[in-house]
Each structure stands twice: as C-alpha cells, then as structure tokens.
C-alpha cells in the first residue's frame, strides 16, 4: 500500500468521525497523520514497522493502524465507521464546499441522506436556514452538486490510460490473430473520457459469447453490432464487432462527427489508417486532430506534431520552499536524468500562506542557494522564479523591487475564484499588464470534473497577451489542462507562446508534462511556439530579450 493510499485512508477516518460527530480531538489527529504521511520522503511499507511511530507527526496510535494497513490493506475502524454511515452521506464528501461539520449538519439536523435530497432542499431553500451555511453557501453547494452529478461517471484522460492497455491486451490475448483497437474519445486524447470503446475484427456473437466468460464484465446493451458492458474498473467498455471495413469504423468512431462527414468515402477499402488518408490524397491525419473539417483544406502537416522530446526545460514547478515535496537540487537532478537542459524554480509566492507562500527574506536567500547550486550543476540551469499570487486588484504580491529579482514571473490567480466575467477579466488584464508578468498561470482556474472555470473572454486575454509580450501556461497537471487546447489556435494566430508546464509538486509530478504534450498535439502547437521547448541558450536569450524590451536592465 503506498503512502498516498495510506493517507487517504486517514483523512478518510477523519472526515467520518466529525461527520458522525465523534471525538474531534481524534478526528484532528488522524487529519495531521495523514497530512505527515504525504509528506514523508520514503515509503511507509519500506520502512521498519517498529520505527514507523518515531515518524515527525506520526505517534504510536497511528502507527498501529498504519501496520493494519499495510498487513491487511484494510482498517478495521474506518470500515466499521464507513458501514454505519448511510451511502449518499458518504457521496456528499465528493462535493466541493461541504465540509465534515456542514455534512453533519445536514445529515443529523437537516436528515438527508442523498446528494439528490441535498439538491432538492438547496432549491427550496432550506440549507440557508441553518446555522453556517447562509444564502452564499448555498448557491455554492446547489452550483457544486449539479456540477458533481454533470461529471458522474466520468474519468479524466489520464486515470484511463493504463486501464484501455489493460483493456486492449486482454481483448489482444483472447481474440488471437484478430485486429483490436482502441478508438472513440480516449483516441482522440479527449480530456475526459466517459467510457472506452474498442474496436474488434470479429462477429458480434463471437465477441459476445467470448465476454460472457470474463467475469468483471457486465453486459447492459447490445445494439446490432455494439456491446455495452460495465466492468469492474467502474468505467464502461464499448465494443463495435466489425467484421468488414474496420479501418472505415475506426476513423469514424475516432473522429468528431463533423470531421468524418466531410470526409470522401466513396473510395476503395483502406487496410489501416494511413492508407485511408492516402486513399483521398490527404496526409495522415492522427485521431488526436480529427476535430475540426476545416483542417482538411490545409495540406502541409509538418512540424506541427509536437512530442514529449521536444520539451527541453522543466518550467514552473515547486520546493520544499514552499509546498513541495522535493529540494531545489532533488527536482534538478531529476530533470538532468530526464535529459532536460533546464528548470525554473517557481515556489508560491507570499499570500499564498495555505502554501508556506516565500516572504522576501526567503526570496533572497533561495536565490542564494540556487546560485550555489547552478554552480555545482552547469550546464544545466536554474532559473530564478516565483509563481506570483494574482491578488483581487489584480496587482501581484510583492514590489518592483522584489519582482525585479526574478529571471521570470508566473502570474496566477488562487484565491476568491468564483468571480463574475468582469470580475475575472479585469483582475488578469491588469496581471497581464505588469511588466513582470512573464507568464500566465492555469488561465481559468479549472479543477477537470472538481471545479469549473471562472468565466472568461478568452479572445480579450489572448490579445492582452500578444500586446504585452505575456506567455500562455498550459498547464499540465492532467486535472487542469489550462488553457484548454480549444482556445490555443488563436493564441497562435496571435502569436502568443503557450508554455507547456507541469506545475510538479514533486518528482513524479514532472512525469506530467506528457500530459500537457497530448493536449498540445489536440492543438497542433509546433514546437517552436511552445516555450518549455526552447533550448537552454534560446530561452535564456528569450528571458533577457524580455527584459530588455520591458526596461528592466
């Protein structure tokens, strides 16, 4: 059981006991323990069980319960609580903006037990008359659950990944010497992704009959040569049986509906998917572009695939400076085994004080050290950053003075996110219009499936940004994925850069990029317009070009 594992189940056991209105004393205990955990450096199930209570944050309490964990993967505890807690009290943890005690509240007060009844009685109403919640959290909570049940059932791109090759290995091993495909939206590297759909060269009752044996799989319909099934993962299977014209199905079914219609097919049969486009004297075109119709007009595809080699510097990640999980030099090394030429260092800047945001003490004395590392490290470097708090004027949180320190600037909104568009859009021009301002950070603020975007006039920000020479984040983090790939082209008719950037927290957060990559290719970013793709001599030549142009040398 890894350590992320492990938390969650402490943080679970906390949240129920205040929800069930036990000891809060204990509740707050096992809140910090989960909390220590995330932060430990190693791997709980890889240290010493009689060591683990000497842990920072730890105890021996906790540390018994963790040795359950890890010798059973179950605590007894927690599923002795989740059993006496009514399953829709448990759902409402899910929605944003309820708390364990607001949950108490409409559970043992209130008395609704379903996210369903929670709704109906937020349209009449009745939440506001308790004790704290009031009219605001209301419209909140009513606003959140119909967002939660809006994405119920669906799953973001990168939580499908390694299930569809499970998936297409297993179809692969059953249905020897049979063609099996992956297609639909996880093919077209959608976003978010509501069920996986296969294509397989075979007779729908053979498939049929052969599915019947795995048990995980549930069938739900069958539609002449399509099979529904519910599997045990918690994500449907979709199955087109094909026995002919495969390769015509697969580009059908991975291809916007506008997209395949304007396709030719009154053509021979292709036998794969580059013969199909040859077929009708078009380049090949991947599932992950066939979106707009007006991309078949265009001939000329070159340079227009960007992939994960093409990153050549890690922009826009975290410490332990702040809230990281690593150190300024773990994080570099890590780029340097990744073959990354660079790294810019951009801890959380002072308001953001959730995040042990830097003061302009400890500005200074980072910037000491990443000196000192710079020096033991060349050629690699590090550049000086800070992923600056965009406050409610729009101003950022530190002067000039501090601001002018920095190789470069990621400006981001954090705080007091449900805004009005005009709210919205005049806090970012007035970001944008800083001269330090080198980047936008995660645009619209969205949380995929957990929070929506603020409102936004993208077309106003993209030309803020072309007049104030300010670079686009696409932030990779695959929950975010903001600026959505949607909104890039004009940004490239602008010519805005767009950044490609992790916003790692950790090691394994670097492995993102790949994400932020995928969105990109949706895009048809070229290389030479995504930032973290310069190599180490052109973004420090792009990083001084700026602040010439901007007057700060």
């Given at each position: 059981?890894?350590n992320?594992?492990?938390?969650?189940?402490?943080?679970?056991?906390?949240?129920?006991?205040?929800?069930?209105?036990?000891?809060?004393?204990?509740?707050?205990?096992?809140?910090?323990?989960a909390?220590?955990?995330?932060?430990?450096?190693?791997?709980?199930?890889?240290?010493?069980?009689?060591?683990?209570?000497?842990?920072?944050?730890?105890?021996?309490?906790?540390?018994?319960?963790?040795?359950?964990?890890?010798?059973t993967?179950?605590?007894?505890?927690?599923?002795?609580?989740?059993?006496?807690?009514?399953?829709?009290?448990?759902?409402?943890?899910?929605?944003?903006?309820?708390g364990?005690?607001?949950?108490?509240?409409?559970?043992?007060?209130?008395?609704?037990?379903?996210?369903?009844?929670?709704?109906?009685?937020?349209?009449?109403?009745?939440?506001?008359?308790?004790?704290?919640?009031?009219?605001k959290?209301?419209?909140?909570?009513?606003?959140?659950?119909?967002?939660?049940?809006?994405?119920?059932?669906?799953?973001?791109?990168?939580?499908?990944?390694?299930?569809?090759?499970?998936?297409?290995?297993?179809?692969?091993?059953?249905?020897?010497?049979?063609?099996?495909?992956?297609?639909?939206?996880?093919?077209?590297?959608?976003?978010?992704?509501?069920?996986?759909?296969?294509?397989?060269?075979?007779d729908?009752?053979?498939?049929?009959?052969?599915?019947?044996?795995?048990?995980?799989?549930q069938?739900l319909?069958?539609?002449?040569?399509?099979?529904?099934?519910?599997?045990?993962t918690?994500?449907?299977?979709?199955?087109?049986?094909?026995?002919?014209?495969?390769?015509?199905?697969?580009?059908?079914?991975?291809?916007?509906?506008?997209?395949?219609?304007?396709?030719?097919?009154?053509?021979?049969?292709?036998?794969?998917?580059?013969?199909?486009?040859?077929?009708?004297?078009?380049?090949?075109?991947?599932?992950?572009?066939?979106?707009?119709?007006?991309?078949?007009?265009?001939?000329?595809?070159?340079?227009?695939?960007?992939?994960?080699?093409?990153?050549?510097?890690?922009?826009?990640?975290?410490?332990?400076?702040?809230?990281?999980?690593?150190?300024?030099?773990?994080?570099?090394?890590?780029?340097?085994?990744?073959g990354?030429?660079?790294?810019?260092?951009?801890?959380?800047?002072?308001?953001?004080?959730?995040?042990?945001?830097?003061?302009?003490?400890?500005?200074?004395?980072?910037?000491?050290?990443?000196?000192?590392?710079?020096?033991?490290?060349?050629?690699?470097?590090?550049?000086?950053?800070?992923?600056?708090?965009?406050?409610?004027?729009?101003?950022?949180?530190?002067?000039?003075?501090?601001l002018?320190?920095?190789d470069?600037?990621?400006a981001?909104?954090?705080?007091?996110?449900?805004?009005?568009?005009e709210?919205?859009?005049?806090?970012?021009?007035?970001?944008?219009?800083?001269?330090?301002?080198?980047?936008?950070?995660?645009?619209?603020?969205?949380?995929?499936?957990?929070?929506?975007?603020?409102?936004?006039?993208?077309?106003?920000?993209i030309?803020?940004?072309?007049?104030n020479?300010?670079?686009?984040?696409?932030?990779?983090?695959?929950?975010?994925?903001?600026?959505?790939?949607?909104?890039?082209?004009?940004?490239?008719?602008?010519?805005?850069?767009?950044s490609?950037?992790?916003?790692?927290?950790?090691?394994?957060?670097?492995?993102?990029?790949?994400?932020?990559?995928?969105?990109?290719?949706?895009?048809?970013?070229?290389?030479?317009?995504?930032?973290?793709?310069?190599?180490?001599?052109?973004?420090?030549?792009?990083?001084?070009?700026?602040?010439?142009?901007?007057?700060?040398?």
């Amino acid at each position: 059981m890894s350590n992320s594992e492990l938390a969650n189940s402490f943080s679970l056991l906390a949240k129920l006991m205040e929800i069930n209105g036990e000891n809060s004393f204990k509740a707050k205990s096992y809140s910090s323990t989960a909390f220590a955990i995330e932060k430990l450096p190693v791997q709980l199930s890889e240290i010493v069980v009689n060591e683990i209570q000497y842990l920072k944050g730890i105890g021996p309490s906790s540390a018994k319960k963790i040795e359950e964990l890890l010798k059973t993967g179950t605590l007894i505890q927690l599923e002795e609580i989740i059993f006496s807690t009514p399953p829709g009290v448990l759902e409402m943890i899910k929605i944003k903006g309820l708390g364990p005690k607001k949950i108490n509240t409409i559970w043992k007060e209130m008395e609704l037990e379903s996210v369903g009844e929670l709704l109906y009685a937020c349209k009449e109403n009745r939440l506001k008359l308790y004790k704290g919640f009031g009219e605001k959290t209301q419209t909140a909570v009513l606003d959140y659950i119909e967002f939660y049940l809006k994405n119920k059932g669906s799953f973001l791109y990168s939580q499908t990944i390694n299930i569809a090759e499970q998936f297409k290995h297993l179809f692969q091993n059953i249905f020897v010497k049979k063609d099996v495909f992956i297609t639909g939206d996880f093919a077209r590297q959608m976003e978010i992704i509501s069920q996986l759909e296969f294509i397989i060269n075979e007779d729908v009752n053979i498939v049929e009959n052969t599915i019947l044996k795995i048990e995980e799989f549930q069938l739900l319909t069958k539609d002449q040569n399509e099979l529904l099934y519910k599997t045990g993962t918690g994500i449907n299977i979709k199955i087109y049986a094909v026995k002919e014209n495969v390769i015509e199905k697969l580009i059908e079914t991975s291809s916007s509906i506008s997209f395949y219609e304007a396709l030719n097919s009154d053509v021979e049969t292709a036998n794969s998917e580059e013969h199909y486009f040859q077929l009708r004297d078009l380049p090949y075109l991947p599932a992950f572009v066939r979106e707009d119709a007006a991309l078949l007009i265009q001939k000329d595809y070159s340079n227009v695939h960007l992939h994960e080699n093409d990153i050549k510097g890690l922009i826009h990640c975290h410490s332990t400076w702040s809230d990281g999980n690593n150190t300024i030099e773990e994080m570099a090394n890590a780029c340097i085994e990744k073959g990354l030429e660079y790294m810019a260092i951009s801890d959380h800047s002072k308001s953001a004080f959730y995040a042990q945001g830097l003061n302009e003490t400890q500005i200074k004395t980072q910037q000491i050290e990443i000196d000192k590392i710079n020096s033991r490290l060349a050629p690699f470097k590090i550049f000086k950053s800070i992923e600056s708090d965009i406050l409610n004027d729009g101003n950022l949180d530190y002067t000039n003075s501090i601001l002018s320190t920095f190789d470069l600037v990621i400006a981001s909104v954090h705080s007091n996110l449900k805004m009005t568009e005009e709210k919205a859009m005049n806090r970012l021009l007035t970001a944008i219009e800083n001269p330090y301002t080198t980047i936008l950070g995660h645009l619209t603020g969205r949380l995929l499936l957990s929070r929506p975007s603020y409102s936004v006039n993208f077309k106003k920000i993209i030309d803020a940004c072309a007049a104030n020479n300010v670079v686009i984040e696409l932030n990779a983090n695959p929950n975010r994925l903001d600026i959505d790939w949607r909104e890039i082209k004009y940004a490239l008719d602008k010519n805005v850069l767009i950044s490609i950037n992790p916003d790692a927290h950790s090691l394994k957060g670097i492995d993102d990029i790949k994400y932020g990559v995928f969105s990109a290719q949706k895009a048809m970013l070229p290389k030479e317009k995504n930032l973290s793709s310069f190599s180490l001599q052109s973004f420090n030549d792009f990083v001084e070009n700026r602040k010439r142009i901007k007057g700060m040398q």
